[in-house]
């Protein structure tokens, strides 16, 4: 399959970046957008009455990538199975981006040299949100912020399988490359993936196997928002991806992997972005009644109509 389209049909990107904060995601979205070039928040929002109490929304791009924040408390922590690489033209850049990340935040590998680049580090910054900052030199990917899945614990050596899965149910996908680990890189296991890169609806991800002990795992913190136009289409994703029907809730699913995904009509986009407090409020009262959404169903409820 090629990779030919970075939009949906409506102009959106296909695929938003979600993070789940405790009650910091506007305060994270300010800090993100002063850091990265080409970045601005384009939509704040509250949702009320839910179980989690009223919720900060704010969507927002980092270097030209949509992302989306919500404040829901305390369910889900950040942790380093979903990082996002930031490819760096100058060592300066990283030195930069390192210093205001990883203020407040935890040193996961030190800034320096390393066998695959002059200047690399991974750190957690104070929201608990891992960031790999690397210098790319003349590599400079186009895409400069890059999710990238650890697969770990009981998923580890699932890389590979889980790569070549996500190509197939999304229709214009790549895979670039996949790098295995060799013999005598114990605990890795010799034919599990040292990298991967893949592209899924024109997003670059990178995924890797990790057989070190690790008390983490995949969760919600950090999901994929699918946009789509149609029902057909939400039916479509919901019946490749969902593997866990206890976790489905409010467009929310669970893969075979524990990789978390939202599937999300884009009309929807426009319903919650709505300064009336009594469509907000008819919308939000139905989607959380629904675990895959109905696009007819929510236009009713925007609409006031039973």
């Given at each position: ?46 949702i009320r009455n839910t179980p989690s109490g009223d919720c900060d929304i704010v969507s927002f791009t980092l270097a030209g990538q949509s992302f ?15 990082s996002f690489h930031v490819a760096c033209k100058t060592k300066g850049e990283v030195d930069a981006l390192w210093k205001k990340l990883s203020e ?154 524990g990789v978390s995904w939202q599937i999300v009509p884009t009309a929807m986009d426009e319903m919650m972005k709505t300064k009336d407090p009594q ?28």
């Amino acid at each position: 399959m090629d990779k030919t389209k970075i939009t949906a049909e409506s102009g959106k990107q296909k695929i938003t970046i979600h993070l789940w904060f405790d009650k910091e995601a506007v305060e994270a979205a300010k800090l993100y957008t002063s850091i990265f070039n080409d970045s601005k928040i384009t939509d704040t929002s509250i949702i009320r009455n839910t179980p989690s109490g009223d919720c900060d929304i704010v969507s927002f791009t980092l270097a030209g990538q949509s992302f989306m924040a919500i404040s829901a408390g305390p369910l889900f922590k950040f942790n380093p199975s979903i990082s996002f690489h930031v490819a760096c033209k100058t060592k300066g850049e990283v030195d930069a981006l390192w210093k205001k990340l990883s203020e407040g935040g935890t040193i996961l590998m030190e800034l320096g040299e390393y066998p695959f680049s002059e200047k690399y580090g991974w750190l957690q910054d104070r929201f608990g949100v891992s960031w790999q900052i690397i210098y790319a030199g003349d590599r400079i990917p186009k895409q400069k912020i890059t999710p990238a899945l650890m697969f770990v614990g009981n998923v580890c050596g699932h890389a590979e399988e889980a790569v070549k899965f996500y190509s197939t149910v999304f229709r214009n996908s790549k895979i670039y490359n996949i790098l295995h680990y060799g013999k005598g890189e114990a605990p890795e296991r010799e034919g599990t993936v040292k990298y991967a890169s893949f592209a899924l609806e024109g997003m670059e991800f990178g995924a890797m196997d990790s057989a070190h002990e690790h008390k983490f795992a995949f969760n919600e913190a950090i999901s994929f928002i699918v946009h789509c136009d149609t029902q057909k289409e939400i039916d479509y994703y919901w019946g490749k991806l969902s593997a866990f029907p206890e976790s489905e809730q409010c467009g929310w699913l669970k893969d075979k992997y524990g990789v978390s995904w939202q599937i999300v009509p884009t009309a929807m986009d426009e319903m919650m972005k709505t300064k009336d407090p009594q469509r907000m409020a008819r919308v939000t009262e139905a989607f959380l009644k629904m675990k895959k959404f109905d696009i007819e169903a929510l236009k009713r409820a925007y609409e006031g109509k039973k």
